[in-house]
């Protein structure tokens, strides 16, 4: 069987990263963890010298009316450190409308208690489970 490497999905926020990645088949997405933004590329160099990633998928924030939202210059600024820390490394982007939305949903659905619901860090790394599994169906 052969075996390529992870698909690593990143949730990016100014303070806190929701983190999803594939198994090495690349066809189940899970939630990784999710780290202090300022500990994100610590984090990723780790976690790229442990498990072989051959792609990581960067959420792209739009609003309703598909202009980008004003997270989308902080993004930006994180993945030209990105390609120069990680240079042979791609980066794709993926629409991440409603991926909160639809994260507290999941929460609710899978009976997560409303104490749980409240821990941003859980909503973040489900976000960005979210937007890998939307990569992974379209690609």
Do not use: C, H, W
Not at 10 to 32: C, F, H, N, P, W
Not at 112 to 135: F, G, M
């Amino acid at each position: 069987m052969f075996l390529m490497g992870r698909i690593l999905a990143i949730d990016y926020g100014s303070k806190r990263t929701g983190i999803a990645v594939t198994d090495e088949m690349q066809i189940i997405a899970s939630g990784l963890t999710s780290v202090s933004t300022k500990n994100l590329i610590e984090f990723l160099k780790s976690y790229t010298s442990s498990e072989k990633v051959d792609l990581i998928v960067i959420g792209l924030p739009k609003q309703m009316n598909n202009e980008l939202s004003e997270s989308e210059p902080l993004i930006l600024k994180f993945i030209k450190i990105l390609n120069n820390k990680f240079p042979n490394m791609p980066v794709e982007r993926v629409d991440e409308r409603f991926t909160s939305k639809m994260a507290f949903q999941t929460m609710i659905a899978s009976g997560i208690n409303k104490n749980k619901r409240k821990n941003k860090s859980l909503v973040d790394e489900i976000s960005a489970t979210i937007i890998l599994q939307s990569y992974l169906a379209n690609k």
